[in-house]
Nanobody, 121 residues
Framework: VQLQASGGGLVQAGGSLRLSCTASGLTFRTYRMAWFRQAPGKEREFVGFSGGSTYYSDAVKGRFTISRDYAKNAVYLQMNSLKPEDTAVYYC??????????????????WGQGTQVTVSS
């Protein structure tokens, strides 16, 4: 299984970025796809997931949107109204958690390599 994340970069506060994650080696439609992020010195933080339903953390709700392209085995994270506190390495993850709101990293089996997002003030 491989998850390949891309799309990170440097953006000014208030700007937008779109992250992509392409999955291979798994039956994409049967997996919940999630995004996490990790800032320096902090624990990995849940951002949102898509699969069965779509769910976001309070920190990004209303600004970030997750979508999936089942034909391309891809999941996207559209990030709008970015803030400096959104600066982090963003990871995509795939899993089949048994709970309806799986927000812990250990509930996901497969991980991408991470892509850096830096928001300047």
């Amino acid at each position: 299984v491989q998850l390949q994340a891309s799309g990170g970069g440097l953006v000014q506060a208030g700007g937008s970025l779109r992250l992509s994650c392409t999955a291979s080696g798994l039956t994409f439609r049967t997996y919940r796809m999630a995004w996490f992020r990790q800032a320096p010195g902090k624990e990995r933080e849940f951002v949102g997931f898509s699969g069965g339903s779509t769910y976001y953390s309070d920190a990004v709700k209303g600004r970030f949107t997750i979508s999936r392209d089942y034909a391309k085995n891809a999941v996207y994270l559209q990030m709008n109204s970015l803030k400096p506190e959104d600066t982090a390495v963003y990871y995509c993850a795939a899993g089949r958690p048994i709970t309806s709101t799986a927000m812990m990293p250990n509930q996901y089996e497969y991980w991408g390599q991470g892509t850096q997002v830096t928001v300047s003030s």
